[in-house]
């Protein structure tokens, strides 16, 4: 969601131009910039068909297509509608499954009270373990979405999907409250980055020792939000604290070690620095994968929990390839850019 216009009367909240529901009737009202000028583009019953999205995506990716702010359920029940459609491809389901993740994320940064909005954030975890849950090639197609360009809200949603693969994996079991539990803490475990200057985030040079240690308070930043929200579990509210927290005590912000992480926590980790070195940033290319793997092989020994990471690694038979400083953090990578061999 972008930021809300005024059109007459009406307050119009910016979508996402993939998002719009294609070759059906629209429940909504669609409005379209044009030149500076927002206009009445379809009303509800009409079609936009996916030849026109594809223009339209073609024109500006962002802060062109709007609607009512009080339809804006309407768009969120289409696209989990099209998210359980059969009939759709995997690809356009994942799709759907990310649109939406992404309106809930953009909440959950940006809205005064995060109780209503985790709760709402809480049905969009079922849906990912579901969908995650229906097959390979679903997760497959996530992780395909996931590899254009970097920002928190694209991170938020993919470290979700990878904890609750993980955690499908590490604790053998398909228990849907886990998995939800696991999904949420991956979805929230950087929601302090709501205190964190955006200018910071998105630093392609190296951060300053006061800016690193401002970057660093943002486990408790997030905590601080989480803790009073009786609707999360408090197995995601550690996570949120103690995500930067390494297996062997080098992490922070309370430099905890072994067991003294939450098991669940030293899960998110790992889903978090995939994340990282899967996704394009402006500063390092997208590794693959395996290259990522292999990455995270060569940084420093205990870094991770290690029967974790073996069940990550299980798949995976690689030798190491890239060089990857041992000071590696997720949050900036900027601070330890990665050299291909
Ligand atoms: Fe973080
Ligand atoms: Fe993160």
């Given at each position: 969601m972008l930021a809300p216009k005024k059109n007459d009367k009406a307050i119009l909240i910016g979508i996402r131009t993939n998002s719009v529901l294609q070759d059906r009737p629209l429940p909504y009202d669609l409005f379209l910039q044009v030149g500076g000028q927002v206009v009445h583009f379809r009303k509800p019953g009409d079609v936009v068909t996916g030849d026109r999205v594809k223009q339209l995506c073609t024109q500006s990716s962002e802060g062109l297509l709007f609607i009512p702010a009080e339809q804006k359920s309407l768009h969120l029940q289409s696209l989990r509608d099209q998210l359980k459609d059969p009939d759709l491809k995997t690809e356009d389901r994942s799709r759907m499954l990310k649109e939406s993740a992404f309106v809930h994320v953009h909440d959950l940064f940006?809205?005064?009270?995060?109780q209503p909005v985790v709760t709402e954030a809480r049905s969009l975890v079922e849906d990912m373990v579901s969908f995650v849950s229906t097959d390979v090639a679903a997760v497959a197609s996530l992780l395909n979405l996931s590899r254009h360009d970097y920002y928190t809200y694209n991170h938020s949603v993919d470290v979700a999907v990878y904890s609750i693969v993980l955690a499908k994996r590490v604790y053998g079991t398909d228990d849907k409250k886990l998995l939800i539990t696991a999904g949420l803490g991956g979805l929230l475990h950087d929601i302090g980055k709501r205190d964190i200057d955006l200018g910071l985030i998105n630093k392609a040079s190296s951060l300053t020792s006061s800016e690193w240690e401002m970057m660093r308070k943002h486990p408790e930043f997030g905590h601080a939000y989480v803790k009073?929200?009786?609707?999360?579990?408090n197995d995601s509210k550690m996570v949120v604290l103690q995500h930067h927290e390494n297996f062997d005590g080098?992490?922070?912000?309370?430099g905890l070690s072994g067991e003294g992480i939450s098991r669940l926590a030293r899960v998110v980790t790992i889903a978090d620095v995939f994340d990282a070195l899967t996704t394009k940033r402006s500063y390092h290319h997208a590794s693959s994968p395996l290259e990522a793997i292999s990455i995270m092989k060569g940084?420093?020994?205990?870094?991770?929990d290690p029967s974790i990471f073996n069940s990550f690694d299980r798949k995976f038979q690689t030798s190491p390839k890239v060089e990857i400083p041992t000071s590696f953090d997720p949050c900036c990578a900027a601070n330890s850019r990665v050299k291909k061999k």
């Amino acid at each position: 969601m972008l930021a809300p216009k005024k059109n007459d009367k009406a307050i119009l909240i910016g979508i996402r131009t993939n998002s719009v529901l294609q070759d059906r009737p629209l429940p909504y009202d669609l409005f379209l910039q044009v030149g500076g000028q927002v206009v009445h583009f379809r009303k509800p019953g009409d079609v936009v068909t996916g030849d026109r999205v594809k223009q339209l995506c073609t024109q500006s990716s962002e802060g062109l297509l709007f609607i009512p702010a009080e339809q804006k359920s309407l768009h969120l029940q289409s696209l989990r509608d099209q998210l359980k459609d059969p009939d759709l491809k995997t690809e356009d389901r994942s799709r759907m499954l990310k649109e939406s993740a992404f309106v809930h994320v953009h909440d959950l940064f940006t809205s005064k009270d995060i109780q209503p909005v985790v709760t709402e954030a809480r049905s969009l975890v079922e849906d990912m373990v579901s969908f995650v849950s229906t097959d390979v090639a679903a997760v497959a197609s996530l992780l395909n979405l996931s590899r254009h360009d970097y920002y928190t809200y694209n991170h938020s949603v993919d470290v979700a999907v990878y904890s609750i693969v993980l955690a499908k994996r590490v604790y053998g079991t398909d228990d849907k409250k886990l998995l939800i539990t696991a999904g949420l803490g991956g979805l929230l475990h950087d929601i302090g980055k709501r205190d964190i200057d955006l200018g910071l985030i998105n630093k392609a040079s190296s951060l300053t020792s006061s800016e690193w240690e401002m970057m660093r308070k943002h486990p408790e930043f997030g905590h601080a939000y989480v803790k009073q929200v009786d609707t999360i579990p408090n197995d995601s509210k550690m996570v949120v604290l103690q995500h930067h927290e390494n297996f062997d005590g080098t992490g922070y912000p309370f430099g905890l070690s072994g067991e003294g992480i939450s098991r669940l926590a030293r899960v998110v980790t790992i889903a978090d620095v995939f994340d990282a070195l899967t996704t394009k940033r402006s500063y390092h290319h997208a590794s693959s994968p395996l290259e990522a793997i292999s990455i995270m092989k060569g940084m420093q020994p205990g870094k991770f929990d290690p029967s974790i990471f073996n069940s990550f690694d299980r798949k995976f038979q690689t030798s190491p390839k890239v060089e990857i400083p041992t000071s590696f953090d997720p949050c900036c990578a900027a601070n330890s850019r990665v050299k291909k061999k």
